[in-house]
Structure formats: structure tokens, C-alpha cells
């Protein structure tokens, strides 16, 4: 892989790692429109870690004061009412369903579900989805109303995107607003509970980078990783505005022409799934 395409699916990483649409299906759907090979489920998981290191970043005020709330719940009983503190545990508690189906379906994950018939049409099932729970949300609940049971459900949601096309920022957010929770909030939680699975994903898969299927080497992973590092963080800031101020109908059309697109031109033979 040449430094331009890094470059590229850094920012196409880095645009759409936030925003409901998806990354890994655009890093599975875009070099096949380019005759490149498929980057792979590693470096895929790699770079991500990038996009998250801008949630640490962008996040570090909310991060830093959870994590110590958290910290001092364990010692003293009178904290662990705090919100703060609660929120640590709804992160933990999230982030298990996605490490155990990973662990487990990880050479099916890997293979299988980057079938671009997969990915195309689950592009457009969850778009439709989306749309759904944007629509018919009552969107009354802030994230300081979380509860335990939600932060499961959510954490289940996010499992989906196991599943290049689901959208792990685009499950979370659709749960999130089925289960009543404001645009902002829901989107909020959604970047949040990404942090394990994808900083634990990324480092786990850092050994697949120099001899793994379809490496692409240290080099161009490292130069997608800071550019996608430096286009998430811009994307973070915006989409937080674009919330809480409109709804995700952009995304649910742009979900659902990308994913007709991809199975007309697999009917058509144009490319391969």
C-alpha cells in the first residue's frame, strides 16, 4: 500500500468512525470501487484506534472525572450513587457483550461477515432502523438518567457492529433513542462505551499488522492511524453540534443509497463481494 491510499482511508476512517454510517463498511466497500485489495479486518481494528484516541482527547474532562468517581465508589459506599461513578459501571457493563462475541466469533468476523452482500445489505437495514428510532423516539432522557439495564442494552446494540455495515455509533445511537434517550445523549453514550471495544480490539490485532492477511505493514497503518486520529477529533466536534440541533434522516438516506449501490453493481458484477 502506497502513503496516499493510507492517507485516504485514514480520513475515510476518520470521517465515518463518528458519524452513523459505518467505517468498516467504507474501508470493506471503497478500495474494491478502486481495485485495491481489502485492508483487512486487522488493519481496519488498528487505525481505529486513532479515531479513539481522539474520543480520549475530546473527552478527557468527562473521562478523567468518571474514571476517578469510579475509582473512589470502590472504596467509599456514599459515592457510589454519583452519576459518575454509576456511568463507569454502565461503560463496563456495555462493553462485555462486544468482547465475548468478539473473542468468540473473531475468525467469522474476520472472513465471513466482510461479504460485501453482507455489508450492502446491512448498510441498509440499519439505516432503516436508524430512521425508525429517530423518528419514533420520545428523546426525553438525558444520559445522567442511564440506568444499568440500559447500559446492557446498549452494550448489545453495540455488538451488532461486529458486523462491517452495521455501524457501532449507529446501533448504540438507534437503541439509545428506542429506549428514549435525546439525540445528544445518545450519541454522547454511543462514543463513550466505543472505548474499550475498539482501544482493546485495535492493541489485540497490533500483532497481525507486519505478517497478518492482506497487510498492509507498520508503515502506511501508522500513517492511517494519526490521520484518522486528526479527522475523527474535527468529526467528534461536529456531529455533537449537528445533533442537538437536527435529526439523522442525512445518514438514513446516505445508509440506504450506499447500501443499494453496493448490491446493484454485486448483481451487475461490476465488483466482487
Given at each position: 500500500?502506497?502513503?496516499?491510499?493510507?492517507?485516504?482511508?485514514?480520513?475515510?476512517?476518520?470521517?465515518?468512525?463518528?458519524?452513523?454510517?459505518?467505517?468498516?463498511?467504507?474501508?470493506?466497500?471503497?478500495?474494491?470501487?478502486?481495485?485495491?485489495?481489502?485492508?483487512?479486518?486487522?488493519?481496519?481494528?488498528?487505525?481505529?484506534?486513532?479515531?479513539?484516541?481522539?474520543?480520549?482527547?475530546?473527552?478527557?474532562?468527562?473521562?478523567?472525572?468518571i474514571a476517578s468517581?469510579?475509582?473512589?465508589?470502590?472504596?467509599?459506599?456514599?459515592?457510589?450513587?454519583?452519576?459518575?461513578?454509576?456511568?463507569?459501571?454502565?461503560?463496563?457493563?456495555?462493553?462485555?457483550?462486544?468482547?465475548?462475541?468478539?473473542?468468540?466469533?473473531?475468525?467469522?468476523?474476520?472472513?465471513?461477515?466482510?461479504?460485501?452482500?453482507?455489508?450492502?445489505?446491512?448498510?441498509?437495514?440499519?439505516?432503516?432502523?436508524?430512521?425508525?428510532?429517530?423518528?419514533?423516539?420520545?428523546?426525553?432522557?438525558?444520559?445522567?438518567?442511564?440506568?444499568?439495564?440500559?447500559?446492557?442494552?446498549?452494550?448489545?446494540?453495540?455488538?451488532?457492529?461486529?458486523?462491517?455495515?452495521?455501524?457501532?455509533?449507529?446501533?448504540?445511537?438507534?437503541?439509545?433513542?428506542?429506549?428514549?434517550?435525546?439525540?445528544?445523549?445518545?450519541?454522547?453514550?454511543?462514543?463513550?462505551?466505543?472505548i474499550p471495544a475498539?482501544?482493546?480490539?485495535?492493541?489485540?490485532?497490533?500483532?497481525?499488522?507486519?505478517?497478518?492477511?492482506?497487510?498492509?505493514?507498520?508503515?502506511?497503518?501508522?500513517?492511517?492511524?494519526?490521520?484518522?486520529?486528526?479527522?475523527?477529533?474535527?468529526?467528534?466536534?461536529?456531529?455533537?453540534?449537528?445533533?442537538?440541533?437536527?435529526?439523522?434522516?442525512?445518514?438514513?438516506?446516505?445508509?440506504?443509497?450506499?447500501?443499494?449501490?453496493?448490491?446493484?453493481?454485486?448483481?451487475?458484477?461490476?465488483?466482487?463481494?
Amino acid at each position: 500500500m502506497d502513503f496516499l491510499k493510507a492517507v485516504f482511508l485514514g480520513v475515510l476512517q476518520g470521517l465515518t468512525e463518528f458519524l452513523p454510517i459505518s467505517s468498516s463498511a467504507h474501508l470493506r466497500i471503497f478500495p474494491e470501487f478502486f481495485g485495491w485489495e481489502d485492508p483487512g479486518a486487522a488493519f481496519t481494528a488498528v487505525i481505529q484506534i486513532g479515531t479513539e484516541l481522539a474520543v480520549l482527547i475530546y473527552f478527557r474532562k468527562d473521562i478523567w472525572r468518571i474514571a476517578s468517581m469510579w475509582v473512589k465508589s470502590l472504596a467509599k459506599p456514599e459515592y457510589r450513587g454519583h452519576i459518575d461513578a454509576r456511568m463507569g459501571w454502565y461503560v463496563i457493563v456495555g462493553s462485555v457483550p462486544i468482547v465475548i462475541l468478539g473473542i468468540f466469533l473473531k475468525d467469522i468476523i474476520e472472513k465471513d461477515f466482510r461479504n460485501l452482500w453482507i455489508v450492502g445489505t446491512t448498510l441498509i437495514v440499519l439505516g432503516v432502523i436508524l430512521g425508525i428510532a429517530d423518528r419514533m423516539s420520545s428523546g426525553e432522557r438525558a444520559i445522567k438518567q442511564m440506568n444499568l439495564k440500559h447500559a446492557g442494552l446498549l452494550g448489545f446494540a453495540q455488538a451488532c457492529a461486529l458486523i462491517p455495515g452495521v455501524s457501532r455509533s449507529g446501533a448504540t445511537i438507534s437503541m439509545g433513542r428506542f429506549l428514549g434517550y435525546d439525540r445528544e445523549a445518545a450519541t454522547r453514550f454511543a462514543f463513550l462505551l466505543a472505548i474499550p471495544a475498539v482501544v482493546g480490539a485495535g492493541l489485540f490485532e497490533l500483532k497481525e499488522i507486519p505478517h497478518g492477511e492482506n497487510s498492509y505493514g507498520w508503515g502506511p497503518t501508522i500513517t492511517a492511524t494519526v490521520v484518522s486520529f486528526i479527522v475523527g477529533y474535527a468529526a467528534i466536534a461536529w456531529l455533537l453540534r449537528y445533533v442537538s440541533t437536527k435529526s439523522y434522516l442525512p445518514f438514513v438516506i446516505y445508509r440506504i443509497g450506499l447500501g443499494a449501490l453496493v448490491l446493484a453493481l454485486l448483481a451487475g458484477g461490476a465488483i466482487a463481494a
